[in-house]
């Protein structure tokens, strides 16, 4: 479980400039983070260091990412927000 200054700096990370990005972090943050384990949250970590840009490409599914960890992390998101 992480702290509660841990859980609202990531939260503010998730609030992105292109909403389409947001709609699907946010979610994903909000129903499964807290639920998932150390190395996908590690990997969601990663995932927000990442541009706007690039993770609107990966979420419409227009590009996927070059690192196969970040492929990973998200098809993870995807999958569980779209559930």
Partial sequence: MIDKAEQGRLGWQCRRG????EVVLLPYFEKH????GEREQNLFRRLLDC????????FTYRA????????????????????
């Fill in 18 to 21: 292109i909403k389409e990005v």
């Fill in 51 to 58: 541009q706007d840009v690039d993770m609107f490409e990966w």
């Fill in 33 to 36: 983070f807290n639920q998932a």
């Fill in 64 to 83: 996927e990412p070059d690192a196969p960890e970040l492929a990973e992390i998200v098809g993870i998101v995807l999958g569980k927000v779209a559930s």
